[in-house]
């Protein structure tokens, strides 16, 4: 099976663009879950989407928002960016969701730079 | 706030078993242990879980105390391939928020 995939790879924008991110789940897998990673932090939820419903939400602003599709693709989508929205974006996918012994895989993330 | 702790950092030399600790005293029955470790620039990979009782994998061992409030990620034979930042996270029921701690950055020494 082919792993979690996130689109583009590198981005670089500027102060109050907005962005979005792409991620495509390992084949099967319904739940999708966003996280941020930035220098000296660990890995910070975002939020999760199961069956195109959010099901779980982290901590982060308004600007941080997300959809999934009823392929299970999802995006994430992140408006007025600040400096400190710089970070690796990281996008995981199980077949069932979060809890309940189930295991996520992880992409290789978007890293995101804000200029 | 992370429900787990971790130390910042371990040291580890190549060829002997890495113990890495995590604490979870606040864990409830029906939450699990998982283990994951991140490589510099590449996505966390999943290591193992478990829930009360020790398991094992091809990777690694995973050490639960009886009381659930800690436990222990054991690598049998470090390689300076397993220099990484591990986390120890406690999966919350599903309507839960899902938090992740700093983890442990294992240095492995040749």
């Known amino acids: 099976k082919a792993g979690v995939t996130q689109t583009p790879r590198y981005l670089i924008k500027t102060r109050g663009q907005q962005v979005t991110l792409s991620c495509s789940p390992i084949s099967g897998h319904r739940s999708v879950s966003w996280y941020q990673q930035t220098p000296g932090q660990g890995l910070q939820f975002l939020f999760e989407y199961f069956s195109e419903t959010q099901r779980n939400k982290g901590n982060f602003p308004g600007r941080f928002s997300g959809r999934q599709f009823s392929n299970s693709r999802s995006e994430m989508n992140v408006s007025t960016l600040e400096l400190g929205d710089s970070a690796l974006y990281l996008c995981a996918s199980s077949p069932l969701g979060l809890g309940a012994g189930d295991t996520q895989y992880f992409g290789p993330g978007t890293r995101l730079t804000v200029l | 706030d992370a429900k787990t702790t971790q130390p910042p950092s371990m040291d580890c030399a190549e060829g002997r078993a890495a113990n890495l600790p995590c604490n979870h005293s606040t864990i409830s029955g029906n939450e699990y242990v998982y283990w994951y470790r991140q490589i510099h620039s590449q996505g966390p990979q999943y290591i193992i879980h478990?829930?009360?009782n020790n398991e094992t994998n091809e990777m690694a061992s995973l050490i639960i105390t009886e009381d659930r409030k800690s436990s222990t990620l054991i690598l049998p034979h470090a390689t300076l391939r397993d220099t990484a930042v591990y986390y120890c996270?406690?999966?919350?029921?599903?309507?839960?928020?899902?938090?992740f701690g700093k983890g442990t950055r294992l240095h492995i020494l040749p």
């Open positions: 996270i406690v999966l919350m029921n599903r309507d839960d928020k899902i938090i």
């Open positions: 478990g829930l009360k």
